[in-house]
Protein backbone atom coordinates (compact mmCIF):
# COMPACT_ATOMS: atom_id res chain seq x y z
CA UNK A 1 0.00 0.00 0.00
CA UNK A 2 1.10 3.83 -0.19
CA UNK A 3 1.95 5.82 -2.80
CA UNK A 4 3.69 4.18 -5.68
CA UNK A 5 7.40 4.30 -6.48
CA UNK A 6 8.87 6.92 -8.79
CA UNK A 7 8.98 5.81 -12.39
CA UNK A 8 13.10 5.90 -12.09
CA UNK A 9 12.88 3.50 -9.83
CA UNK A 10 10.19 1.13 -10.88
CA UNK A 11 12.30 1.30 -13.62
CA UNK A 12 15.66 0.43 -11.66
CA UNK A 13 13.77 -2.41 -10.34
CA UNK A 14 12.90 -3.82 -13.84
CA UNK A 15 16.70 -3.85 -14.93
CA UNK A 16 18.24 -4.91 -11.44
CA UNK A 17 15.43 -8.20 -11.47
CA UNK A 18 16.34 -8.89 -15.60
CA UNK A 19 19.81 -8.70 -14.39
CA UNK A 20 19.69 -11.02 -11.79
CA UNK A 21 17.69 -13.60 -13.34
CA UNK A 22 20.23 -13.81 -16.28
CA UNK A 23 22.89 -14.83 -14.09
CA UNK A 24 21.42 -17.97 -14.64
CA UNK A 25 20.71 -19.27 -11.03
CA UNK A 26 17.12 -18.84 -11.16
CA UNK A 27 15.90 -21.61 -13.54
CA UNK A 28 13.27 -18.99 -15.49
CA UNK A 29 13.15 -19.01 -19.22
CA UNK A 30 15.25 -16.01 -21.03
CA UNK A 31 11.90 -14.99 -21.99
CA UNK A 32 10.81 -13.58 -18.75
CA UNK A 33 14.79 -11.52 -18.86
CA UNK A 34 13.51 -10.24 -22.50
CA UNK A 35 10.45 -8.98 -21.40
CA UNK A 36 11.40 -6.69 -18.39
CA UNK A 37 13.71 -5.41 -21.44
CA UNK A 38 10.79 -4.85 -23.66
CA UNK A 39 9.01 -3.32 -20.81
CA UNK A 40 11.93 -0.78 -20.18
CA UNK A 41 12.63 -0.07 -23.66
CA UNK A 42 9.04 0.77 -24.55
CA UNK A 43 8.72 2.04 -20.97
CA UNK A 44 5.88 0.13 -19.47
CA UNK A 45 6.08 1.04 -16.05
CA UNK A 46 4.29 -1.39 -13.54
CA UNK A 47 2.49 0.65 -10.09
CA UNK A 48 4.05 -0.32 -7.00
CA UNK A 49 2.91 0.60 -3.93
CA UNK A 50 6.01 1.87 -1.47
CA UNK A 51 4.85 0.43 1.64
CA UNK A 52 4.48 -3.51 2.50
CA UNK A 53 8.01 -4.77 2.35
CA UNK A 54 10.15 -5.84 5.72
CA UNK A 55 12.80 -6.70 3.20
CA UNK A 56 13.09 -10.12 4.89
CA UNK A 57 12.55 -12.83 1.87
CA UNK A 58 13.51 -10.18 -0.58
CA UNK A 59 10.88 -7.67 -1.48
CA UNK A 60 8.27 -9.74 -2.08
CA UNK A 61 4.86 -7.14 -2.17
CA UNK A 62 6.91 -4.72 -4.50
CA UNK A 63 8.51 -7.64 -6.77
CA UNK A 64 5.05 -9.22 -7.12
CA UNK A 65 3.30 -5.78 -8.22
CA UNK A 66 6.08 -5.55 -10.29
CA UNK A 67 5.65 -9.18 -11.79
CA UNK A 68 1.63 -8.91 -11.92
CA UNK A 69 2.00 -6.97 -15.24
CA UNK A 70 4.48 -9.62 -16.97
CA UNK A 71 1.44 -11.95 -16.92
CA UNK A 72 -1.48 -9.42 -18.09
CA UNK A 73 -2.46 -8.18 -13.80
CA UNK A 74 -1.93 -5.14 -12.05
CA UNK A 75 -1.59 -1.41 -13.27
CA UNK A 76 1.02 0.18 -15.33
CA UNK A 77 1.69 3.63 -16.57
CA UNK A 78 1.99 3.88 -20.81
CA UNK A 79 1.83 6.77 -22.82
CA UNK A 80 0.95 8.92 -20.26
CA UNK A 81 -1.86 6.92 -19.01
CA UNK A 82 -2.51 4.61 -16.06
CA UNK A 83 -4.22 1.58 -17.56
CA UNK A 84 -4.88 -1.94 -16.40
CA UNK A 85 -1.80 -3.95 -16.63
CA UNK A 86 -3.13 -6.47 -19.76
CA UNK A 87 -3.91 -3.05 -21.36
CA UNK A 88 -0.46 -1.66 -20.95
CA UNK A 89 1.00 -4.78 -22.26
CA UNK A 90 -1.50 -4.99 -25.18
CA UNK A 91 -0.96 -1.08 -26.45
CA UNK A 92 2.98 -1.60 -26.17
CA UNK A 93 2.78 -4.66 -28.28
CA UNK A 94 4.57 -6.95 -25.70
CA UNK A 95 3.38 -10.31 -25.57
CA UNK A 96 2.15 -11.55 -21.59
CA UNK A 97 4.05 -14.53 -20.24
CA UNK A 98 2.40 -17.72 -18.74
CA UNK A 99 4.42 -18.86 -16.29
CA UNK A 100 6.12 -22.14 -15.55
CA UNK A 101 7.40 -24.12 -13.13
CA UNK A 102 9.83 -22.10 -10.42
CA UNK A 103 8.96 -18.78 -12.39
CA UNK A 104 6.68 -17.07 -10.04
CA UNK A 105 9.15 -17.56 -7.43
CA UNK A 106 12.17 -16.02 -8.78
CA UNK A 107 10.03 -12.86 -10.03
CA UNK A 108 9.18 -11.85 -6.30
CA UNK A 109 11.72 -13.12 -4.08
CA UNK A 110 14.68 -10.66 -4.30
CA UNK A 111 16.41 -7.37 -3.23
CA UNK A 112 15.29 -5.45 -5.96
CA UNK A 113 13.02 -2.41 -4.75
CA UNK A 114 15.46 -1.76 -1.51
CA UNK A 115 18.51 -1.71 -4.02
CA UNK A 116 17.26 0.30 -6.50
CA UNK A 117 16.48 2.85 -4.18
CA UNK A 118 19.77 2.14 -2.82
CA UNK A 119 21.57 2.68 -6.33
CA UNK A 120 19.70 5.85 -7.26
CA UNK A 121 20.28 7.21 -3.26
CA UNK A 122 24.56 6.49 -4.34
CA UNK A 123 24.20 8.39 -7.47
CA UNK A 124 22.58 11.66 -5.91
CA UNK A 125 24.23 11.68 -2.78
CA UNK A 126 27.96 11.41 -4.75
CA UNK A 127 26.89 14.28 -6.44
CA UNK A 128 25.16 16.42 -3.19
CA UNK A 129 28.59 15.55 -1.36
CA UNK A 130 30.28 17.04 -4.49
CA UNK A 131 27.72 20.54 -3.89
CA UNK A 132 28.20 20.75 0.07
CA UNK A 133 31.69 21.13 -0.83
CA UNK A 134 31.23 24.39 -3.49
CA UNK A 135 28.47 25.57 -1.47
CA UNK A 136 30.37 25.72 1.45
CA UNK A 137 33.21 27.55 -0.13
CA UNK A 138 30.58 30.19 -1.52
CA UNK A 139 29.84 30.54 2.34
CA UNK A 140 33.11 30.56 3.65
CA UNK A 141 33.79 33.18 0.91
CA UNK A 142 30.85 35.26 1.91
CA UNK A 143 31.78 34.96 5.44
CA UNK A 144 35.25 35.77 5.00
CA UNK A 145 36.84 32.48 6.16
CA UNK A 146 40.35 31.87 7.29
CA UNK A 147 41.57 29.38 4.68
CA UNK A 148 44.60 28.02 7.07
CA UNK A 149 42.70 25.26 7.76
CA UNK A 150 42.24 23.91 4.51
CA UNK A 151 46.84 23.57 4.20
CA UNK A 152 47.28 20.67 2.49
CA UNK A 153 49.62 19.93 5.44
CA UNK A 154 46.70 19.30 7.85
CA UNK A 155 45.56 16.92 6.18
CA UNK A 156 48.43 14.86 4.89
CA UNK A 157 48.72 13.52 8.61
CA UNK A 158 45.36 12.22 8.85
CA UNK A 159 44.88 10.98 5.21
CA UNK A 160 41.14 10.22 5.21
CA UNK A 161 40.55 10.19 1.61
CA UNK A 162 37.61 11.99 1.68
CA UNK A 163 38.79 14.77 4.22
CA UNK A 164 41.96 15.51 1.95
CA UNK A 165 39.99 15.51 -1.08
CA UNK A 166 37.28 17.69 0.47
CA UNK A 167 40.41 20.40 1.45
CA UNK A 168 41.92 20.02 -2.09
CA UNK A 169 38.61 21.35 -3.21
CA UNK A 170 38.16 24.05 -0.66
CA UNK A 171 41.68 25.44 -1.79
CA UNK A 172 40.93 25.08 -5.47
CA UNK A 173 37.40 27.31 -4.95
CA UNK A 174 38.79 29.71 -2.98
CA UNK A 175 42.28 30.34 -5.00
CA UNK A 176 43.22 34.07 -5.38
CA UNK A 177 39.07 34.99 -3.77
CA UNK A 178 39.83 38.99 -3.12
CA UNK A 179 37.54 38.96 -0.52
CA UNK A 180 39.46 36.31 1.84
CA UNK A 181 42.79 37.68 0.93
CA UNK A 182 41.26 41.43 1.42
CA UNK A 183 39.43 40.38 5.18
CA UNK A 184 40.12 42.26 8.33
CA UNK A 185 38.98 40.25 10.89
CA UNK A 186 41.81 39.35 13.03
CA UNK A 187 40.26 35.82 13.39
CA UNK A 188 43.05 33.10 14.33
CA UNK A 189 40.32 30.38 13.35
CA UNK A 190 36.72 29.91 12.16
CA UNK A 191 33.43 28.15 13.67
CA UNK A 192 34.03 24.38 13.51
CA UNK A 193 31.04 24.97 10.59
CA UNK A 194 33.54 26.04 8.33
CA UNK A 195 36.71 24.96 9.78
CA UNK A 196 36.19 21.37 9.68
CA UNK A 197 34.34 21.01 6.53
CA UNK A 198 37.06 18.86 5.17
CA UNK A 199 36.69 16.75 8.25
CA UNK A 200 33.12 16.53 8.07
CA UNK A 201 32.11 16.29 4.40
CA UNK A 202 34.96 13.78 3.96
CA UNK A 203 33.76 11.57 6.62
CA UNK A 204 30.50 11.44 4.68
CA UNK A 205 32.11 11.18 0.86
CA UNK A 206 33.86 7.93 2.08
CA UNK A 207 30.67 6.53 3.82
CA UNK A 208 29.42 6.95 0.46
CA UNK A 209 31.86 5.42 -0.88
CA UNK A 210 31.83 2.38 1.25
CA UNK A 211 27.90 2.31 0.65
CA UNK A 212 28.67 2.30 -2.71
CA UNK A 213 30.46 -1.00 -3.05
CA UNK A 214 28.11 -2.66 -0.96
CA UNK A 215 25.22 -1.30 -3.37
CA UNK A 216 27.16 -2.35 -6.74
CA UNK A 217 27.55 -5.95 -5.11
CA UNK A 218 23.83 -6.31 -4.63
CA UNK A 219 23.06 -5.06 -8.14
CA UNK A 220 24.98 -8.05 -9.50
CA UNK A 221 24.02 -10.85 -6.69
CA UNK A 222 21.28 -13.08 -7.40
CA UNK A 223 19.16 -12.90 -4.36
CA UNK A 224 15.82 -15.50 -4.95
CA UNK A 225 15.08 -18.54 -4.23
CA UNK A 226 15.28 -21.76 -4.34
CA UNK A 227 18.52 -21.27 -6.22
CA UNK A 228 19.40 -23.80 -8.95
CA UNK A 229 23.19 -24.52 -9.70
CA UNK A 230 22.66 -26.24 -13.34
CA UNK A 231 26.79 -27.38 -13.42
CA UNK A 232 25.91 -30.06 -10.64
CA UNK A 233 22.10 -31.04 -10.93
CA UNK A 234 21.46 -29.30 -7.73
CA UNK A 235 18.47 -27.12 -6.32
CA UNK A 236 19.32 -25.29 -2.71
CA UNK A 237 17.35 -23.10 -0.55
CA UNK A 238 19.05 -20.22 1.47
CA UNK A 239 18.58 -17.08 2.66
CA UNK A 240 20.17 -14.87 -0.38
CA UNK A 241 17.09 -13.10 -0.36
CA UNK A 242 17.71 -11.01 3.39
CA UNK A 243 18.11 -7.49 3.03
CA UNK A 244 20.54 -6.98 6.03
CA UNK A 245 23.57 -5.45 3.76
CA UNK A 246 21.40 -3.21 1.60
CA UNK A 247 19.22 -2.12 5.33
CA UNK A 248 22.35 -1.68 7.19
CA UNK A 249 24.52 0.80 4.78
CA UNK A 250 20.63 2.56 3.74
CA UNK A 251 21.02 3.73 7.51
CA UNK A 252 24.27 4.46 7.69
CA UNK A 253 23.97 6.67 4.26
CA UNK A 254 20.66 8.41 5.71
CA UNK A 255 23.05 9.13 8.41
CA UNK A 256 26.02 10.79 6.12
CA UNK A 257 24.02 12.67 4.43
CA UNK A 258 22.08 14.19 7.06
CA UNK A 259 25.74 15.52 8.79
CA UNK A 260 25.90 17.24 5.40
CA UNK A 261 22.45 19.02 6.17
CA UNK A 262 23.13 19.84 9.43
CA UNK A 263 26.73 21.81 8.85
CA UNK A 264 24.69 23.38 5.79
CA UNK A 265 22.16 24.95 8.24
CA UNK A 266 24.86 25.99 10.20
CA UNK A 267 26.24 27.92 7.90
CA UNK A 268 23.28 29.51 6.96
CA UNK A 269 22.97 30.35 10.42
CA UNK A 270 26.22 32.02 10.31
CA UNK A 271 25.37 34.13 7.12
CA UNK A 272 21.85 35.09 8.66
CA UNK A 273 22.97 35.87 12.22
CA UNK A 274 24.39 39.44 12.62
CA UNK A 275 26.33 38.47 15.28
CA UNK A 276 27.96 35.79 13.62
CA UNK A 277 28.33 37.10 9.89
CA UNK A 278 31.01 39.39 10.03
CA UNK A 279 29.48 42.34 9.40
CA UNK A 280 26.23 40.76 6.56
CA UNK A 281 23.39 42.71 7.32
CA UNK A 282 20.59 41.26 9.79
CA UNK A 283 18.89 37.71 7.66
CA UNK A 284 21.19 39.50 4.54
CA UNK A 285 19.19 42.41 3.81
CA UNK A 286 19.03 45.99 3.81
CA UNK A 287 16.68 47.27 6.45
CA UNK A 288 16.00 44.39 8.62
CA UNK A 289 13.31 46.32 10.38
CA UNK A 290 11.32 46.42 7.86
CA UNK A 291 12.31 42.62 5.54
CA UNK A 292 12.34 39.11 7.12
CA UNK A 293 14.81 38.72 4.30
CA UNK A 294 16.49 35.24 4.73
CA UNK A 295 15.43 34.52 8.09
CA UNK A 296 12.43 31.83 7.02
CA UNK A 297 15.08 30.75 4.84
CA UNK A 298 16.85 29.74 7.58
CA UNK A 299 13.77 28.52 9.92
CA UNK A 300 13.16 26.20 7.03
CA UNK A 301 16.24 24.61 6.76
CA UNK A 302 16.50 24.28 10.37
CA UNK A 303 13.20 22.38 9.91
CA UNK A 304 14.15 20.04 7.58
CA UNK A 305 17.40 18.94 9.49
CA UNK A 306 15.48 18.41 12.74
CA UNK A 307 13.70 15.97 10.34
CA UNK A 308 16.28 14.37 9.10
CA UNK A 309 17.74 13.45 12.88
CA UNK A 310 14.09 11.67 13.17
CA UNK A 311 14.76 9.83 9.82
CA UNK A 312 17.85 9.03 10.39
CA UNK A 313 17.01 6.58 13.10
CA UNK A 314 18.26 3.31 11.84
CA UNK A 315 15.31 0.89 10.41
CA UNK A 316 17.51 -1.78 10.54
CA UNK A 317 18.49 -2.03 14.36
CA UNK A 318 14.51 -3.10 14.38
CA UNK A 319 12.75 -6.67 13.31
CA UNK A 320 9.43 -8.42 13.72
CA UNK A 321 8.57 -12.00 13.16
CA UNK A 322 6.68 -13.14 9.64
CA UNK A 323 5.31 -15.84 8.16
CA UNK A 324 4.43 -17.88 11.67
CA UNK A 325 7.95 -16.88 12.59
CA UNK A 326 9.40 -19.06 10.04
CA UNK A 327 10.90 -15.37 8.71
CA UNK A 328 11.72 -14.49 12.51
CA UNK A 329 14.42 -12.37 11.60
CA UNK A 330 13.63 -9.11 8.85
CA UNK A 331 15.92 -6.73 7.75
CA UNK A 332 13.50 -3.81 7.04
CA UNK A 333 16.04 -3.06 4.35
CA UNK A 334 13.27 -1.25 1.82
CA UNK A 335 11.80 1.40 4.27
CA UNK A 336 15.67 2.15 5.46
CA UNK A 337 15.94 3.06 1.84
CA UNK A 338 13.14 4.65 1.63
CA UNK A 339 13.98 6.65 4.73
CA UNK A 340 17.14 7.55 3.07
CA UNK A 341 15.85 9.08 -0.10
CA UNK A 342 13.69 11.36 1.82
CA UNK A 343 16.39 12.41 3.83
CA UNK A 344 18.33 13.01 0.52
CA UNK A 345 15.60 15.15 -0.91
CA UNK A 346 15.48 17.53 2.35
CA UNK A 347 18.93 17.58 1.98
CA UNK A 348 19.01 19.15 -1.78
CA UNK A 349 17.00 21.61 -0.17
CA UNK A 350 18.83 22.82 2.84
CA UNK A 351 21.95 23.24 0.40
CA UNK A 352 19.99 25.03 -1.77
CA UNK A 353 18.75 27.55 0.83
CA UNK A 354 22.65 27.82 1.98
CA UNK A 355 23.47 28.75 -1.78
CA UNK A 356 20.91 31.14 -1.70
CA UNK A 357 22.25 32.84 1.39
CA UNK A 358 25.97 32.20 0.27
CA UNK A 359 25.55 34.10 -2.81
CA UNK A 360 23.78 37.13 -1.55
CA UNK A 361 26.32 37.55 1.15
CA UNK A 362 28.95 37.37 -1.37
CA UNK A 363 27.17 40.88 -3.00
CA UNK A 364 27.38 42.47 -0.03
CA UNK A 365 30.92 42.47 0.00
CA UNK A 366 31.38 44.23 -2.96
CA UNK A 367 33.58 41.71 -4.49
CA UNK A 368 33.48 39.27 -7.36
CA UNK A 369 33.49 35.69 -6.11
CA UNK A 370 36.64 33.69 -6.22
CA UNK A 371 37.44 32.27 -9.72
CA UNK A 372 36.43 28.72 -8.92
CA UNK A 373 33.16 30.16 -7.28
CA UNK A 374 32.33 32.30 -9.76
CA UNK A 375 30.64 29.28 -12.28
CA UNK A 376 28.55 28.35 -9.27
CA UNK A 377 27.48 32.05 -8.19
CA UNK A 378 26.79 32.56 -11.83
CA UNK A 379 24.59 29.51 -12.33
CA UNK A 380 22.36 30.57 -9.23
CA UNK A 381 22.28 34.33 -9.72
CA UNK A 382 20.46 33.34 -13.08
CA UNK A 383 17.58 32.09 -11.36
CA UNK A 384 17.93 33.90 -8.09
CA UNK A 385 18.08 37.73 -8.11
CA UNK A 386 19.60 39.65 -5.68
CA UNK A 387 16.95 40.00 -2.85
CA UNK A 388 16.33 43.90 -1.53
CA UNK A 389 13.37 43.46 -0.29
CA UNK A 390 10.76 40.75 1.48
CA UNK A 391 9.32 38.41 -1.47
CA UNK A 392 8.09 34.67 -1.39
CA UNK A 393 11.11 32.33 -1.20
CA UNK A 394 9.84 28.95 -2.67
CA UNK A 395 10.34 29.23 -6.63
CA UNK A 396 13.55 30.58 -6.09
CA UNK A 397 14.70 27.31 -3.59
CA UNK A 398 12.60 25.02 -5.96
CA UNK A 399 14.67 26.62 -8.91
CA UNK A 400 18.33 26.14 -6.99
CA UNK A 401 17.08 22.44 -6.57
CA UNK A 402 16.55 21.96 -10.43
CA UNK A 403 19.91 23.06 -11.07
CA UNK A 404 21.19 21.04 -8.16
CA UNK A 405 19.21 17.51 -9.94
CA UNK A 406 20.45 18.59 -13.17
CA UNK A 407 24.11 18.15 -12.20
CA UNK A 408 24.95 21.41 -13.78
CA UNK A 409 27.15 22.68 -10.78
CA UNK A 410 29.15 19.18 -10.54
CA UNK A 411 32.68 20.68 -11.68
CA UNK A 412 34.96 19.45 -9.21
CA UNK A 413 36.36 15.91 -7.80
CA UNK A 414 33.86 13.60 -5.41
Known amino acids: MGEPLPEEVVRTMLLLRANSL????SGVRPLLVETMLEMLNKKVHPVVPGKGSVG???????LSHLALVLIGRGEAWYDGKLLPGAVAM???GIATITLKAKE????CNGTQAMTAIGALAVYDAEKLACLADLFGALSAEALEAVPLAFDHKIHAIRPHPGQVQTAENMRNLLKDSQIIAEADHGRVQDAYSLRCIPQVHGASKDTIAYVKQVIVREMNSVTDNPL?????GEVLSGGNFHGQPVALVMDFLAIAISELANISQLRTERLTNPALSMGLPAFLVEKSGLNDGYMMAQYTAAALVSENKVLSHPASVDSIPTSADQEDH???GTIAARKCREVLENTQYVL??????ACQGIDFRGKKPAPGLQEAYN????????????????ADFEAVVKILKDGLLITIKP
Open 56 to 62: ASGDLAP
Open 22 to 25: ASGF
Open 104 to 107: GLSL
Open 90 to 92: QKA
Open 352 to 357: AIEAIC
Open 330 to 332: VSM
Open 228 to 232: VFPES
Open 379 to 394: AIRSEVCFLSKDKELS
